[in-house]
């Protein structure tokens, strides 16, 4: 039986909010809490990788509507000001 570690299983349960699913040509993001969903097809490849797109957005949505946090919950962009 493999060991897993106590912090990946912690990561994998505090920070995974979402399900993945292959479609054709691109990928379906579900929420773990209801039915909302994306798929990276819903997404601008001039913008960025559409996954990251994708995974970014099912995160927002999940923080602002589902997860309790103790402060604030403050989004950070790495694009240029």
Not at 24 to 49: A, P, R, W
Not at 57 to 78: D, K, M, Y
Request: hydrophobic share 30%.
């Amino acid at each position: 039986m493999t060991k897993r570690l106590p912090w990946l299983q912690d990561y994998n349960e505090d920070v995974r909010y979402y399900t993945t699913k292959s479609l054709n040509g691109g990928t379906t993001f579900k929420c773990s809490y209801c039915e909302h969903s994306v798929t990276t097809l819903d997404f601008d490849s001039t913008k960025g990788n559409r996954r990251t797109q994708a995974a970014t957005a099912i995160n927002e949505h999940a923080a602002l509507l589902h997860v309790r946090t103790q402060g604030p919950v403050r989004l950070i962009s790495r694009s240029a000001l």
